[in-house]
Every structure is written in C-alpha cells, then in structure tokens.
C-alpha cells in the first residue's frame, strides 16, 4: 500500500471577508495548494470539500470555480473537524489505490451566517436551558479549576501565548500582541471564560494537495511531507457527563493515531490542537497523552508550550489567534504543520521539527461525549 | 403545578419514550429513568439503557436534591435568552448519581460555588409543558 503525502498547501489569510464568500475562498486556497505544489491543475483526480454552514454543493461550486468542473467530488460535514475528515477521505482514496493525486479543501464563510456564540441544536435539551458553547466550556474551566487548583491567571497565559504566535502569522485573525491583564480585563461571555478566551467568528479556506508515491516521486519529491496518521472517532455514549476534565474521546483517537503511525506521544515535536476557548487547549493536549492530567496550565506558565518551548503548542496562534472558519480549521491545522516541517514557517519556524500533530474535535448531540474528533500525524 | 417563570421556557421535543420525564414535570415530579438489567440510574432521560442496552427501563420518583457540579454565569447570549442575562448555567449532580444541566433559579450569584446544595424546581412553559430547573436549599 502507498503512503500518503502532503506536496502543496494553500490558505487564504483568516479573518472578516465581507466581500467574498465560501466559494471564493476555497478557489483561492485550491489554487494556492496547486502553485505551491509546482503541479498542472489537471493532475488533480478526485476532490474533497469540508464545510458547516454553507449550504448544498459547496465543493462543486469551488471546482466550478477554479475550473475543475467534472471530478468526482464529495462534501464533507462534520462539525469542526469536516476539514480534518475531508483529508482523511482523501487519503484513503490514496492509500486505496484509486488515485494519485487528490485535493482536499476546507472552507467557511461564518460572519455571513453568524454573530456571537454558538449554541446546541435547538431539539437539544440543552438548548431549552440557554446552554451557549462558551458557558459550557466555563463549566468546564470552573471544574478544572477546582480539580486542579489552576488559577484564572494561569488560563489567561493560553490566549497569550496564542495570540502572541498569531501576531507573528501573516495570515491570522489577530495579530495584536496581548497580556494577561488584556484577558482579565475584556468583557464576561460566560464566567469565567472573557472575550479572549473564545476564538472569533472567522471566513476562511485551506488546502491540500496530496499524492501517492508514484505520483510525488515523479511531480514533488522535493517538499513532500508524510501524511503518517489520519484518524477518526465519534463520542460515545456518556452515561452521566463524566468527561468534563478529561476527554476519553481525544485519548482513543490520539491512541489509534500513534499507533497508526509508530510513533508516542514522546516523539512528538509540536502540535496544533482545537483550542475553541482557552480551557479547550488544556483538555485536548492532556487527552492527547502530550501533558499529564492536570499539569499542562503550571507547564504553560514555565514557558514549555511556546515557540522556543519544548513542545509549542499552536505555533499558527490556534483557534484563538488565528481564527476558526469551522470547515477550514482542520486544514489550516495541516498547513501549519506542513510549513513548520518544511521549515517555510518564517519568524514563527520550530527549529528541528521532525514530527508534527494536529488535533480537531467539534460538534456536541445530546448523551454523547462530543461528536467528530480527528488526529493527524505528520512527519518529515 | 409548576410555577409560572418569564425566562425562556420552550418544551423540549418529546418522543413517546420520555413522555414519562416530561409528564412527571408537569405533576412537580422528577422522574428518573432506571435500568432493570444493570440497575444503572441515567440521564438524559431515553428508552434504553445506555450502559448495557437493556430496554427494560423503571422510572423512579427522585429526590430532587443534588449539589452543583460546576457552573457559569453567561453574560452573551444570542437568540430569547440573550435579554436574560447574565443567568446560570450548572451542571447538578443529583443524590441520586446522574447529572443534569439546567438553571440555577432565584439565585444569588456571590452565594454560588461548586458543592453548592441546590433542589428541583418545576417552571410552567408557555404551552403547557415544564422545565427542570434548580434553587439553592434553604438553610
């Protein structure tokens, strides 16, 4: 079986596009990925298109778009990881055979469709009591809080951290440096989680070129980096919420993921992880087996998650910093990675980094613990 | 009866499966579900057990006692709730195992803090269906 590699990345710079939409900016990420690839267009065999909110026929729309009209193209929904789960579908396409070369784009336009915070389906029963994405991840903080003794301080060091990688990434949402003081001081969404602590409402589209080995060896061999892992959970079914401080979900995917591709949590070098809020950041890279229960907040503060740290953590700024266009997040993750291993990534560059992880999870339904949860390892 | 509440009340869509829990709430009563197989005590309130399957299920009358398991008070909102702010979010764990997010109602909100001894109070909907929410115990 041929592995999988990542040989073009393209993204549109994240933020407000009142004057584009979904389509618009899935072409020009598509485009990107194929002039960084080096390859003609109608190399390409088959397209995946991830996205939320924007409607039937999204993908056909961009192929229409960028003159690809025709290819066999399949829409991806999957809450916040429908970007990570259209590369995984085109990996498999890969893996399987059927083609060598593929593209998977991840795309939304969410300023058009929403203003503030997220809420549960309506037919939720979590709807009927006001329930909001932001005050459920506050109970979750405040939780931790008490379990772990992390002071309000210490999860203001998060958005920091993030915001202050997003400001050295020509292509983020945010691009101001901030302080803790800046955090404590912006305005209450749902206590104890502030302004800064929730990413923002972002448009914005990524893209992936990926090809066989037959197909990189003869088109791209040079700057090729190896798709090793791209898995896959759903939540189960959660008697009681059990899983507030700690996600079973992240550790099973994380666990298919290492053994996917041979490797540890030790061996990893960097990582882009779903930091949807602050608090976000420090179950996924506990569950991720990256950080001990309870340890990751002390660690930020000893500076180990930044750049120059021993394990960075969102070196794009993340969710918080760089934004979060829902269906283009888990592909704007790979891109990440993909600069950072090639060592493209500019002022922000991780020196040495062999081994990158990108870590999605999104959607909640009722009596589950979390919806769709990816994790995707990259090596050089 | 339930009490009459001005804060968003919508009755959650009930299948034939939970009108059980949704008819107990109209008679001040918090019905809970439990597995005749595994004798699992579960929430949300559904037809089947979800530890083993089993869609043998016996609904008990709870206590309505439970302590707050975390909580937050959300001051952005969109939609009916948002003119409702800030209002309080919690997850209760009940004496009785599981636990359940609602409201914490009538409130004062330099009093709440996890541990908190909360209990059920039962709000009347608009279309005659109620709501689970909680209050902190007297005393």
Same mark, same amino acid.
């Given at each position: 079986m041929t592995d999988v590699h990542v040989v073009g990345v393209g993204m549109t710079r994240f933020? #407000?596009? +009142? %004057?584009?939409d979904s389509t618009d900016l899935g072409a020009q990420a598509l485009l990107e990925a194929v002039a960084d690839a080096g390859i003609d267009p109608r190399l390409i065999e088959a397209a995946y298109c991830g996205h939320v909110f924007?409607?039937?026929?999204t993908g056909q729309r961009v192929l229409a778009q960028v003159g690809l009209a025709g290819l066999p193209l399949t829409n991806v929904e999957n809450a916040c990881s429908s970007g990570a789960t259209a590369i995984r579908e085109a990996s498999f396409a890969v893996r399987a055979g059927e083609y060598d070369v593929v593209v998977a784009v991840g795309t939304e336009h969410l300023t058009s469709q929403f203003r503030g915070a997220l809420t549960p389906d309506p037919s939720d029963p979590e709807a009927a009591v006001g329930a909001t994405m932001p005050s459920v991840y506050a109970m979750r903080a405040r939780r931790y809080m008490h379990e772990f003794g992390m002071t309000r301080e210490q999860l203001a060091l998060i958005p920091v951290k993030n915001k202050n990688n997003a400001a050295l990434n020509p292509l983020a949402h945010f691009r101001t440096r901030i302080t803790v003081e800046d955090v404590l001081e912006s305005r209450p969404v749902a206590d104890p989680l502030r302004l800064h602590d929730c990413s923002p409402v972002t448009d914005g589209a990524a893209a992936v070129i990926l090809m066989s080995d037959k197909a990189k060896k003869r088109f791209c061999d040079t700057r090729a980096v190896r798709l090793a892992a791209s898995t896959l959970r759903s939540g189960s079914v959660d008697v009681e919420p059990t899983s507030m401080t700690f996600e079973p979900l992240t550790r099973l995917t994380a666990q298919d993921a290492y053994e996917r591709a041979g490797i540890g949590p030790e061996d990893v070098d960097f990582c882009e992880v779903? %930091?949807?809020? =602050?608090i976000a950041e420090v179950l996924r890279v506990e569950g991720l087996g990256l950080f001990g229960q309870g340890e990751y907040p002390a660690a930020v503060q000893r500076g180990e998650? %930044? *750049? $120059? $740290?021993?394990l960075p953590v969102n +070196? =794009? $700024?993340? *969710? *918080?910093? #760089? $934004?979060? +266009?829902l269906g283009g997040t888990g592909v704007a993750q790979v891109v990440e990675l993909v600069r950072q291993l090639r060592g493209e990534a500019g002022n922000r560059q991780i020196e040495g980094a062999k081994v990158g992880l990108a870590h999605c999870r999104g959607g909640k339904a009722v009596g589950i613990e979390g919806a769709a949860c990816t994790v995707q390892v990259l090596t050089r | 009866m339930p009490r009459p509440t001005d804060l968003p009340t919508p009755t959650p869509r009930s299948s034939s499966d939970d009108q059980v829990f949704w008819d107990g709430l109209a008679e001040d009563r918090l019905l809970l579900p439990r597995c005749t197989s595994c004798g699992s005590v579960f929430w949300h309130p559904r037809p089947f057990c979800p530890e083993c399957s089993c869609t043998r299920i016996d609904w008990f009358a709870a206590t309505g006692n439970g302590t707050i398991y975390s909580y937050s008070v959300t001051h952005k909102a969109p939609g009916n709730w948002g003119a409702h702010a800030p209002y309080v979010i919690a997850y209760v764990e009940l004496d009785e195992g599981p636990r359940v997010m609602s409201n914490i109602v009538d409130a004062d909100l330099d009093m709440l803090e996890v541990g908190l001894e909360v209990q059920a109070v039962f709000h009347a909907g608009a279309d005659g269906g109620a709501v689970l929410r909680f209050t902190p115990s007297p005393g």
């Open positions: 933020g #407000k596009h +009142p %004057d584009a924007q409607g039937m026929v779903h %930091d949807c809020f =602050s998650a %930044d *750049l $120059g $740290g021993r +070196p =794009s $700024g993340g *969710l *918080l910093g #760089k $934004g979060h +266009p | -």
